[in-house]
């Protein structure tokens, strides 16, 4: 698949097949994903794989402390506020994600519903965790992980698999940490579920909108 291709067709995938990913493609996946760039060639992160029962108690712990209403703590810290500019381009997404399930803003019940399938990962039969150690030049790190993030994304699509870039998917870090045996001098960054995505699930093609280069693109000479 031509690269351009590949950024261009990826999308976040929001429903998957209930088919198991080969262990030794996922370890090819990553394998290729550690050439990504990094701060001095640091590769700070690390990367925890749960399928099977582990994942399985993973989603059930997930939805309990979502049906309880827990206060969610995850390790790196959601912003209180955005720009303007960017809030609005996230609130039509998600009302466009809303409306192409035909759920109304005011439809509590739906809207419950879809945030279960959100804590259930939609689905995916792999939840991949990138995780950085707890006292590493965070910025850098968290840089560094978002460069391989995209990377094992891309490389997923070329190899007909999904995924989705979740930060709903590590909100209980602690919880997470003695369900996948992650120790606690690892700061847990992103979930990345990953699956093969269902073709004919509408939000599997959703036509996202990008900005015009002129809006954020400044020339000078």
Known sequence: MELVTAVKGRRSIRKYKQVDVPQNLIAELLAEARWSPSWGNTQPWEFYVLTGECLARYKEMSLEKQAA???????????????????ARYEETVGTLLTAQGIKREDKAARNKYYQEMGSLFGAPCLILACIPQNSAVEY???DVGLIVQTICLLAHDKGLGTCIMASAVLYPDAIRKIASIPDDKR?????????????????????????ISEFVHWVE
């Open 141 to 143: 790190a968290m840089l």
């Open 69 to 87: 209403g827990e206060t969610p703590a995850p390790d790196v810290v959601m912003p209180a506020a955005w720009p303007a500019p960017l809030k």
């Open 188 to 212: 847990i960054i992103i979930g990345i579920p990953l699956g093969y995505p269902d073709p004919v699930f509408p939000l599997n093609h959703f036509d996202r909108k990008r900005a015009e």
